[in-house]
């Protein structure tokens, strides 16, 4: 086929299917290998219900129902060790072929047999759809991942709806015409048409693993496993205890359902023919609805309502029919309506979200467990139904007619038992939908499992791993070393109050320097050149040394002459920048009412970045209001903005105000008002949370992406801030709106090297756009999931990020979804342009 003719007949498949490039042919071999082995088996199903009821009666349905179970549990063990040895390709085909042996030795012996032979084939009619239906699940799981699974397995499940429909009329049409006798042959030519394309599949599964190096493999030696270790493994994994109660509950349930359907056919029609031509009648017109179930609905109801809400539909349905079973008793009608919704709703919607539950498991996993939860677990729940009902039996015997015959072993003589199974169905009804909400949280669980997190951030690593502040003031004291021997003493004196001296750092501080001659502020303090603080490796009372300095700061004649000094400095502006940085330093050590304090205001004005920085640090020290304008101005300086944000964080909620009407004066330097938000960031308050979430109404492109990363920021290190989801839900789609209406005009430049820069413009501006409704969206749903989202939408393999999409699929509510998914499916230009288009009319 060439690329014209491949792109012609997507188009055409597309307009019934979400099917994207490439996935055309597996998609339509999935569809007819499922029409191949539902078609066959409807025929197969009629005949053996027409067989039994008609030689054994509803009584035999009970012992049929534990035959078949026992039978496909010892035929689920040979399988585990079979496909321990063989690969998944040739274990289908070999159950192609048996089945295609045993139905026309059937063909020879049934009409002839006894009830033992039709005990036999009920059994065997069993065995086949089960082992096939699994072969069907383990090749969807393999093949899709879970947004190509919401995509297609409406439309590859409809191929095996389909395949039921025309099965079941075909069933009925023939035994109408009297040609009954060909429908086995029928069957099991289906049977055969089918091994050849389950070969084709393969050929293309082994083709798209060598193109794709990112998706899950299998070793192509098969891993030995066997019925222990697939029951250890599910029994050691929560995940799949849930699936395996799931399918238990959901047999019972159908097996009740069908010993009531059962019972009321053989008490109306009383001919073999005319009740073969109703089964296939039934059946055919049962998967006649669920094939317009599965193409118009399956896919629809889980792309807008999820796997959640999509997983509680069934046992609504059915609680629906069995209370009015209650209410207007047991009639053919209702048995009708609850059989076609249970069987209906079971190949469409619940077989496509059982597929779905499946994915998430790691593939080489899904291989041992699969098989043994469909087909060992599923005849359990058989098995179990089967012994109520025989318990169920005796029961309505010796409290009804009284009557002790064990015909067939089921003694099923009070025509009311049927009626008192919509009871037990009821209950275990309730406990499907108990199961449905478990496991709907432990799949998004799972689906979080194969996206992990890429990278952390750097500013919440570094903050985990360093003091920063503590780190600072080291650094500080080694560099005022070098400086003045009188900073040295009072950055000393620093780490003395904070109790922050530790071994370690007398150590690393000490080492041999040259020794700085002390400036003029030593002659404050006597000490003629010399070091006035005593070194640090002496012993030292550290209390008493702390309380001296104190005392001697506080001291009148200390205060006038310092402030004797301190005009000095000022005046004389051309002096060395070390004298106004000792002064800064030391008036941070003094009283918050001391003169010298007025000094401070100048010194943070100073022209030199170091005395600026080193008022600043007094002033957080001292903590008067009247200095905060200053140190908002100083903001827009690079050197001192991280000492001004670390000083106003400080001074927290009485720098608040002006924090605030400095963010919203538009007439402020921008790079002021951007570090305005970060000093609020830091702060990370109730209170300035509110003043950042208030800018963030003003809807201001150039502060929009700092406020925003400030949100997030906060959210991180403090998740007991409330920030109200209202305004963040808002302010997401408004950029959602930004992103599509940029991306619609990036689109729409024309081709050529004169709109390269522009191009690139507008890519930075949707790269901005995308972070910005993700850091958002991590304001109100969690944070780590989103954020995981996020990464591997950004750096991981096509399988996490499908994994990623699936993971926001059920985590955004259904608004939001419907707005982001958009952004991150995988669709091409023209198709996403429209699908913006579309958007910018609704957001």
């Known amino acids: 086929m060439t690329e014209t003719e491949r792109t012609r007949f997507h188009k055409f498949i597309a307009r019934f299917v979400d099917v994207k490039s490439g996935e055309e042919t597996i998609a339509i071999l999935l569809f007819a290998f499922f029409f191949l082995i539902t078609s066959p088996h409807t025929i197969i199903k009629a005949l053996r219900y027409t067989d039994l009821l008609s030689k054994v009666g509803s009584q035999g349905l009970p012992l049929a129902y534990l035959f078949s179970a026992v039978v496909t549990g010892f035929v689920v063990l040979l399988y585990s060790k079979i496909q ?6 040739i274990s289908i085909v070999f159950s192609l072929i048996f089945f295609i042996v045993t139905g026309f030795l059937f063909l020879i012996f049934l009409k002839t047999g006894g009830k033992t032979l039709s005990y036999l084939y009920w059994i065997w009619a069993n065995v086949l759809i089960v082992v096939l239906m699994t072969h069907f699940g383990l090749m969807i799981s393999e093949v899709f991942n879970p947004r190509q699974a919401r995509r297609l397995i409406g439309f590859c499940g409809s191929g095996g709806i389909l395949g039921g429909v025309l099965g079941g009329f075909g ?48 070793s192509s030696q098969p891993q030995k496993f066997g019925f222990k270790d697939s029951f250890d493994i599910v029994r050691k994994d929560h995940y799949l205890v849930l699936i395996a109660a799931i399918v238990i509950i959901t047999g019972i349930i159908a097996t009740f359902i069908d010993f009531q359907f059962s019972s009321q056919v053989e008490k109306y029609f009383l001919q073999k023919e005319a009740m ?34 999509t997983l509680l539909l ?20 209702l048995v009708i309506f609850i059989k076609g919704s249970d069987e209906s709703l079971a190949f469409s919607l619940n077989q496509s979200v059982r597929e779905i539950l499946y994915i998430p498991i790691p593939l080489d996993l899904r291989y041992k467990v699969r098989p043994f939860i469909d087909m060992f677990i599923n005849r359990f729940a058989k098995v179990t139904a089967a012994i109520l009902l025989f318990i169920g039996g005796f029961l309505a015997n010796y409290f009804g007619a009284g009557v002790k015959e064990v015909p067939y072993l089921s003694p099923i003589k009070d025509p009311k038992l049927a009626e008192y199974l919509t009871w037990g169905i009821i209950a275990f009804l309730f406990l499907w939908v108990i199961l449905n909400f478990k496991i709907s949280k432990e799949y998004i669980s799972m689906v979080k499992e194969n996206i992990p997190l890429k990278w952390s951030r750097v500013d919440k690593t570094v903050s985990e791993a360093v003091d920063i502040d503590y ?19 009072m950055h000393l004196f620093d780490l003395l109050e904070k109790d922050k001296l530790t071994p370690e750092i007398k150590k690393m501080i000490s080492q041999k320097v040259d020794e700085v001659k002390v400036s003029s502020l030593s002659d404050l303090f006597d000490a003629e050149g010399a070091t006035w603080f005593p070194d640090i490796d002496d012993d030292i009372n550290q209390e008493s040394l702390i309380t001296d300095i104190r005392e001697i700061m506080s001291l009148e004649t200390y205060q006038k002459l310092m402030k004797i000094h301190a005009d000095k400095v000022m005046e004389e502006s051309k002096k060395s920048e070390v004298e106004k940085m000792e002064l800064a330093k030391a008036i941070g050590m003094m009283d918050v009412n001391a003169a010298l304090v007025g000094k401070l205001e100048a010194l943070i004005s100073d022209h030199s970045p170091e005395v600026s920085r080193y008022a600043i640090e007094s002033a957080a020290k001292l903590r008067k209001e009247a200095l905060i304008p200053a140190i908002i101005h100083k903001l827009s300086h690079p050197l001192i903005r991280e000492d001004a944000i670390s000083a106003l964080k400080n001074y927290g909620e009485a720098a608040l105000s002006a924090l605030e009407s400095y963010l919203k004066d538009s007439r402020i330097d921008m790079v002021l008002r951007k570090a305005v938000v970060s ?50 839900i808002r302010k997401t789609f408004a950029i959602i709106k930004k992103y599509c209406q940029t991306y619609v005009e990036l689109q729409e430049l024309k081709p050529g090297k004169k709109h390269d ?4 413009r507008f890519q930075k501006v949707l790269d901005k756009h995308f972070v910005n409704i993700f850091k958002l969206l991590g304001l109100y749903y969690p944070q780590e999931d989103i954020v995981k989202a996020y990464q591997n939408l950004r750096a991981g393999t096509k399988h996490s990020v499908a994994f990623a999409i699936e993971l926001l699929d059920n985590t955004l509510r259904k608004d939001m979804r419907d707005a982001v998914l958009p952004l991150v499916e995988d669709v091409s230009p023209p198709a996403r342009m429209r699908k913006f288009q579309h958007m910018l009319k609704n957001l």
């Open 84 to 89: 321990s040895r063989i690969s998944n390709q």
């Open 171 to 218: 069933a009925s049409f023939l035994t109408k015409a009297h040609l009954g006798e060909f429908l086995l042959p029928l069957a099991c030519g289906l049977l055969f048409a089918c091994i050849f394309v389950v070969r084709t599949i393969f050929k293309l599964r082994k083709k798209d693993q060598v193109s794709k190096g990112d998706v899950q493999k299998v």
């Open 276 to 309: 073969q031509s109703f089964f296939g009648m039934f059946f055919g017109g049962l998967t006649t609805f669920a094939f317009f179930l599965q193409l118009l609905l399956t896919s629809s109801f889980l792309k807008n309502f999820g796997v959640r809400l």
């Open 314 to 333: 069934a046992p609504i349905v059915l609680m629906f029919g069995s209370a009015g079973i209650l209410i207007g008793g047991l009639t053919l009608p």
């Open 471 to 489: 780190t600072k003031m080291v650094f500080d004291t080694v560099e005022s070393k070098n400086r003045s021997s009188v900073l040295y003493a």
């Open 679 to 728: 000093v609020l960031a830091s702060m990370g308050t109730h209170l300035a949370t509110d003043i950042l979430v208030n800018e963030l109404k003003q809807d201001s492109d150039e502060l929009d992406s700092d406020i925003i990363d400030a949100l997030e920021h906060i959210r991180i290190k403090k998740y007991d801030i409330y920030i109200p989801s209202k305004i963040a």
């Open 757 to 760: 820069e522009e191009r690139k």
